[in-house]
């Protein structure tokens, strides 16, 4: 029996969110699937995977400058000398490079190892520390690896100059568009927000974090003309929630801005609103945009990687530069008052179909037979 090894930092926020397709598609081929990532489940019971035959509870951290890793990288490396993978997938930035070096000895009987790069660190406009730490680790690491998957066109480029001789493009972890049908009227799901019928609701999906940019929506809305009435509304959750009250608060907008927190109605959410803002200064490719534009929402977001490829100016919606809060208020304007917006919600829904759970899919299950010269 042939037998893969999915690797990730956690499972909660990464495999049971993106993973379990895949899972369940070696699954369904006869091979033995098995997961070594971290329990991050509040009760650790409660970590059940499905499609998974073996799963290791690694020690994996975010952070590189953790000794948990050197744990974790003992405890890796013990899993794979007792037992040999076919195929071993790697996933996040730590997730991989320990997969990556304690597979050293794994490649030379032949496994095969593919790493998925969710967005690298090093990208235009990031930090220097951010080139400095991550670029050689990623590049140094790109020798041992036999495939590099990017979902951005940025991502790829820079790919290019590794030793890797294997570099694709596959545009995501692929959405389920079956998700996104309508549930609940969206007058009803309105209402339940105090939300008029004769306002604009503008939504958000992110955490409440530096990197989601949320002060710089704030300042573009509090300048949009008096006369519009809007309710712009984030569902998420993070350590930057205080902050971001008092500067609503400071801009006098807490009848206009709303922090929804956590929320398991994100279908009902987008397809109740009128436009999605997503001004994040980093992305690989958001998941948050994919399911608007599922739901034919026009988009104002930022020009950064990731957003680009998703959204084509004037067509989906508009791209602002991640800093310009007048540019913002501009392209929400033009948004909200733009006679477009039927138009830009079929474009939206038909481009997302090349991100769909089955494009993808099919997509990597051609560089998995590939990847084991056809012997799926």
Request: charged share 25%.
């Amino acid at each position: 029996m042939k037998k893969v090894l999915f690797v990730a930092t956690v499972v909660q926020l990464h495999i049971a969110r993106f993973h379990i397709p895949y899972l369940k598609w070696f699954h369904e081929q006869g091979w033995q699937v098995d997961v070594a990532a971290k329990n991050d489940y509040e009760h650790p019971e409660e970590c059940v995977i499905p499609y998974c035959d073996h799963f290791y509870d690694i020690p994996f951290a975010r952070s590189p400058l953790d000794s948990s890793n050197l744990q974790a990288f003992r405890m890796l490396k013990q899993c794979l000398d007792k037992t040999h993978y076919d195929i071993i997938h790697c996933h996040t930035p730590m997730g991989a490079v320990i997969a990556r070096l304690a597979a050293k000895k794994s490649r030379r009987l032949g496994t095969k190892v593919i790493y998925t790069a969710h967005g690298f660190h090093f990208y235009r406009g990031a930090p220097a520390k951010n080139w400095m730490l991550y670029y050689p680790v990623e590049r140094f690491l790109s020798r041992w690896t036999d495939v590099i998957i990017t979902i951005n066109q940025e991502d790829k480029q820079a790919a290019r100059k590794f030793s890797c001789s294997r570099i694709e493009y596959v545009p995501g972890v692929g959405i389920n568009l079956k998700k996104f049908v309508r549930h609940r009227p969206r007058d009803v799901v309105r209402a339940a927000l105090g939300i008029a019928p004769d306002t604009t609701f503008i939504l958000s999906v992110g955490e409440l974090i530096s990197r989601k940019n949320y002060d710089v929506a704030i300042d573009a809305l509090s300048a949009l003309d008096t006369r519009i009435k809007f309710c712009f509304c984030i569902a998420g959750i993070g350590d930057k929630e205080s902050e971001l009250r008092q500067h609503i608060a400071d801009k006098g907008l807490e009848d206009s801005i709303k922090l929804l927190g956590f929320r398991s109605d994100i279908p009902d959410l987008l397809h109740a609103a009128d436009v999605f803002f997503f001004p994040s200064l980093q992305e690989g490719l958001p998941v948050a945009v994919m399911e608007a534009m599922a739901c034919g929402l026009p988009i104002v977001c930022s020009r950064i990687r990731g957003n680009t490829d998703l959204i084509d100016e004037g067509l989906g919606g508009y791209l602002v530069d991640a800093t310009d809060t007048a540019g913002f208020t501009r392209a929400l304007t033009q948004c909200i008052h733009a006679p477009s917006n039927a138009e830009m919600a079929a474009y939206n829904r038909e481009k997302i179909k090349a991100f769909s759970e089955s494009a993808v899919l099919e997509r990597m299950a051609a560089i998995y037979q590939s990847a084991m010269n056809g012997a799926v």
